[in-house]
């Protein structure tokens, strides 16, 4: 390609992130619009999924790149973007959602509940909104979220509870998620972007991250459940079903286990995480009598979110890494908590790798301020259209509101903020 045609993808891959932004803020509005027009209600919800948003837009992107500059460098871009995260994420959550794996977790937080000073309801949200997160750091954030939501959704995201109190739990849960995973190298993906190019280790992010956004979390999760507790006192939470309440024997618990392990330990070669995968549905349908319905649908939509924002974010390094390589530490530390709002956070921290002779005040005050705005929006952080995705049948017309969210959010978002910045 020329440079003109380059210039002008440049311009109209800018114009289209900018329009699927928007999309994202308005997706509860074609939620609405489908219960208004039935005869056109298919559509409406099909563009109401926020987890369609950034594919569908994606594929504009790349028929207007063929028009542009044609099929093949269309083509030849699409095919050269890095999918290895939507992939792994996919397989993450099907594998983590299994009824071996959540049953083990659910057991385990049972018996932790039982061991605090406080009725197990409360001790339940407060579990699933903090230690949960920090697990995150071991068995990586997409796998925590997954487990997260399917914990807290009959207790907090279901009927009965106030919209604005969800909207701040699913704050606290996303901010927490994406700071919990801060206490390792290899689980938050923005971390992930840095690691290797800046040489930091676990115990470089443990010393310098992890105890921050550990004092974080339970502020954030501490305080969510205080303000949840005449709800979650009030009703009961929606008991499981007989089926899915009948015991998993253990030999297929620790095939589960061992599978889900083996995805986290190659979470960066699909290669050996998609084979694991395939083996996971074998042994599922081998023992389908121990299963739940696989939520193959939901990771689907997620994968196909996360694959958009690949698409679309990989063409827009010509007007952000500017702005990154531009800021004072301070500065950069509040400019990436905003702009991770309206790009992926490990994009941004992976446009700070390539700049050469960063300081080490910067690199820090990237990542913190990246991680920190994680859970600000639905496309922030990697794992949110995960909880989107599971979470979105407790509220209001089955949509989950950009706008509340963010106001969920706020909250969260500076005591994170003030933990990276202040202690």
Not at 248 to 256: E, M, N
Not at 282 to 301: D, M, N, V, W
Not at 315 to 327: A, T
Not at 343 to 367: E, F, H, R, W
């Amino acid at each position: 390609m020329n440079s003109s045609p380059d210039q002008a993808i440049q311009w109209i891959a800018a114009g289209i992130f900018a329009i699927a932004l928007v999309h994202t803020f308005t997706a509860k509005q074609f939620e609405r619009l489908s219960h208004r027009f039935p005869r056109h209600a298919g559509l409406f919800h099909l563009l109401g999924e926020v987890e369609v948003v950034f594919g569908f837009w994606a594929i504009v992107l790349v028929m207007a790149m063929a028009l542009v500059a044609g099929g093949s460098a269309a083509l030849s871009y699409a095919e050269t973007r890095n999918y290895t995260e939507p992939l792994f994420v996919f397989v993450v959550m099907v594998v983590a959602a299994s009824r071996p794996i959540l049953q083990t977790v659910l057991g385990a937080v049972d018996r932790m509940a039982r061991m605090l000073p406080m009725p197990a309801a409360l001790a339940t949200a407060w579990l699933g909104l903090a230690a949960v997160p920090l697990l995150g750091s071991l068995i990586t954030e997409p796998a925590a979220m997954t487990i997260a939501a399917l914990l807290l959704a009959p207790h907090i995201f279901r009927a009965g509870i106030p919209e604005g109190v969800k909207y701040l739990a699913l704050g606290v849960l996303f901010v927490n998620v994406s700071i919990g995973g801060t206490l390792t190298s290899y689980a938050a993906p923005p971390v992930l972007m840095v690691a290797a190019t800046w040489q930091w280790d676990s115990a470089f992010m443990l010393a310098q991250f992890g105890w921050k956004a550990a004092i974080a979390v339970l502020i954030n999760a501490s305080a969510a459940t205080f303000v949840l507790r005449k709800h979650l006192l009030a009703a009961p939470a929606v008991p499981p079903d007989e089926e899915t309440a009948q015991p998993v024997p253990v030999p297929v618990v620790l095939v589960h286990v061992l599978l889900l392990a083996g995805v986290v330990v190659f979470a960066h070669h699909p290669v050996v995480f998609l084979g694991l995968f395939l083996m996971f549905l074998g042994f599922s349908q081998a023992y389908e009598r121990h299963q739940s319905p696989l939520i193959l649908k939901e990771a689907l939509l997620v994968g196909f979110f996360l694959a958009g924002l690949v698409v679309l974010g990989g063409l827009q390094r010509w007007w952000l890494e500017p702005i990154v390589s531009s800021l004072a530490p301070v500065a950069l530390f509040f400019s990436a908590l905003g702009l991770t709002a309206i790009t992926d956070n490990a994009a941004l921290t992976y446009l700070g790798s390539l700049i050469p002779g960063m300081s080490d005040a910067s690199k820090y005050m990237l990542v913190a301020g990246a991680v920190a705005g994680g859970g600000l929006t639905v496309i922030a952080n990697a794992p949110n259209p995960a909880g989107v995705a599971l979470l979105k049948r407790g509220f209001a017309d089955e949509t989950i509101g950009a706008g509340g969210l963010l106001l969920g959010a706020l909250g969260p978002t500076a005591v994170a903020a003030a933990a990276f910045m202040l202690l």
